[in-house]
């Protein structure tokens, strides 16, 4: 994707591999609430020159480079990215953000494994549950469900309870 502002969606499996291949996911963009996965680039696997507030950026890759790279990430987590999660700490701003290594751009991040349950959602004994900043979100998490107080970092606020939304089962022979 690139330019423009999207809320509460998922960006995956894109692969940038053309003549501008910085930015598998995401390029110039501002994206909340989001999560990006199984992107890849030779370059920039996951976003790049963005602004992301309480996305999830799992599981991209690029041929050399980092996953995020001159970009500002509020309330987001950045784990599983190969080669590395981001690029110098004097490109990037992170508050709030679980990824590592530690930051040294910003304020109130973590470095802890974030116990996701899938791609983009928390488990119950996520660190990231409670850990964010309200002042950067808006709307509701990428399930729709509305924000706690204070909010989760990633795109989704755990709730616990049973599963909604469709089931779908499949069969092993």
Do not use: F, K, W
């Given at each position: 994707m690139e330019g423009g502002t999207?809320?509460?969606?998922?960006?995956s499996n894109n692969v940038n591999y053309g003549m501008f291949n910085s930015g598998g996911g995401a390029i110039n963009s501002v994206l909340y609430n989001?999560?990006?996965?199984?992107?890849?680039?030779?370059?920039?696997?996951?976003?790049?020159d963005c602004t992301?507030?309480?996305?999830?950026?799992?599981?991209?890759?690029?041929?050399?480079?980092?996953?995020v790279v001159a970009s500002t990430l509020n309330n987001?987590?950045?784990?599983?990215n190969t080669p590395m999660n981001w690029d110098s700490p004097d490109w990037s701003i992170f508050?709030?953000?679980?990824?590592?290594?530690?930051?040294?751009?910003?304020?109130?991040?973590i470095t802890l494994?974030?116990?996701?349950?899938?791609?983009?959602?928390?488990?119950?004994?996520?660190?990231?549950?409670?850990?964010?900043?309200?002042?950067?979100t808006t709307g509701t998490d990428i399930d729709g469900e509305p924000w706690a107080t204070p909010p989760s970092?990633?795109?989704?606020e755990y709730r616990p309870g049973s599963v909604t939304g469709p089931l779908h089962v499949g069969f092993l022979a």
């Open positions: 999207v809320y509460n969606c998922t960006i989001c999560l990006l996965s199984g992107n890849s680039s030779e370059t920039v696997g996951g976003a790049s992301l507030n309480n996305c999830t950026i799992v599981g991209n890759s690029s041929g050399y480079g980092p996953c987001c987590i950045l784990y599983g508050h709030y953000c679980c990824t590592t290594p530690m930051p040294t751009n910003g304020i109130g991040n494994d974030p116990q996701l349950a899938s791609a983009g959602h928390l488990s119950a004994n996520s660190p990231c549950r409670g850990a964010g900043n309200p002042a950067y970092i990633g795109c989704d």
